[in-house]
């Protein structure tokens, strides 16, 4: 009885070989991040639409014409998303870090990942944390058709033998 | 209403994109690889990232609307984001799902992964970019036939 259950216990920390204690700290920060905007502006503030408000400054399209209102505003989240991240590696990364993930991945994922946020009306910090965070139920679909989907394409390029 | 911003606007909204920021890159969320070993089910600890993350919305957004009725800096109500279901949830689902398995990034882990000095990421904002203007245009293009009589 209790080996089975040590063997269930060593079975999930398999599935934590880094333990969660970075993940859950700097999933709190994020949060904050977005409670702290929240509190003081009624805004909850989404990391993709960054993408659509900026290009407004280059595009008339309606599509990108409509966020005018907010992209100052989204710049500065944005920059301050870039340097929050750069107190974390000054603070505990010591120097830079570069992926060893191929660019074509990084490219071609990224020209979809843009496409599908727009499409879908969030990415991971909109429908993720702020849609759940609101019990919405479009954005607990959202994130649920995303997740699996990347589950199951991560594992078809990894079965298909591409690394990194 | 640009004009009458409130002069803490700017600087709340950047504090919380440090936090956010410094979240991602403590999280490690902000090195591909690392999403890609969870998307690939051998570290599962990107799930307590969004819980944790979505764990200290939720109370946000349950607590502050009945404390008060609006936003110290923008006078504005304290709304819950709630977009309207369609199919176009589920499409964008899958497109994003399908980028961000190929790649390991999303829109926040690419900005943040620039500023823990990533700089081939700079592939991937650009990617990002270039989707989200497609798809724009497209969009843009469409609504306009719409709007004819």
Redesign the interface.
């Known amino acids: 009885m209790i080996e089975a259950a040590l063997q269930a216990l060593a079975g999930v920390e398999q ?6 204690y ?24 989404g ?2 639409t ?3 408000s ?2 407004s400054w280059v ?1 008339d ?4 014409q409509r966020y005018t ?1 907010s992209r ?2 989204r710049v ?14 000054v603070i ?2 010591g ?7 191929q ?1 074509w ?22 429908h ?12 607990f ?18 079965a298909a033998g591409v690394t ?1 | ?2 004009d009458e911003r409130h002069p ?3 600087p ?22 690392v999403v ?1 070993t969870f ?20 109370v ?2 349950f607590t ?1 609307p009945r404390l008060r009725s ?5 006078g ?10 369609d199919r ?34 700079l ?15 497209w ?3 469409q ?2 036939i719409g709007e004819r009589p």
């Open positions: 599935l934590f070989p880094h333990g969660i970075r993940y859950a700290v700097g999933g709190v920060f994020v949060g904050l991040g977005v409670a702290v905007i929240y509190v003081a502006t009624g805004i909850s503030a990391a993709s960054f993408l659509e900026t290009l595009s399209g309606s599509r990108f209102a100052d505003w500065v989240f944005t920059l301050g998303i870039v340097l929050g991240a750069a107190v974390y590696a505990y990364q120097g830079i870090w570069t992926t060893e993930v660019l991945r990084l490219f071609f994922g990224g020209v979809l990942v843009g496409i599908g946020t727009r499409i879908g009306k969030g990415c991971t910090s909109g993720g944390v702020c849609g759940v965070g609101s019990a919405s139920r479009t954005s679909v959202g994130v649920a058709v995303f997740l699996l989907v990347a589950i199951g394409t991560a594992q078809i390029v990894m990194p | 209403m640009i803490a606007f700017m709340v909204v950047f504090v919380g994109g440090l936090l956010f920021g410094f979240g991602l890159g403590f999280s490690h969320m902000a090195r591909p690889e890609l998307l690939q089910l051998t570290d599962l600890g990107l799930l307590f990232v969004m819980f944790g993350a979505a764990a200290v919305t939720a946000t957004f502050v609006t936003a110290p800096l923008t504005s109500g304290y709304g819950r984001r709630l977009k309207q279901f176009r949830v589920v499409v964008g689902g899958v497109v994003f799902g399908v980028g961000w398995g190929v790649s390991g990034i999303c829109p926040g882990s690419a900005y943040a992964s620039l500023g823990i000095g990533n700089y081939p990421m592939a991937g904002v650009a990617g990002m970019f270039m989707g989200a203007y497609l798809q724009g245009v969009r843009s293009k609504l306009s």
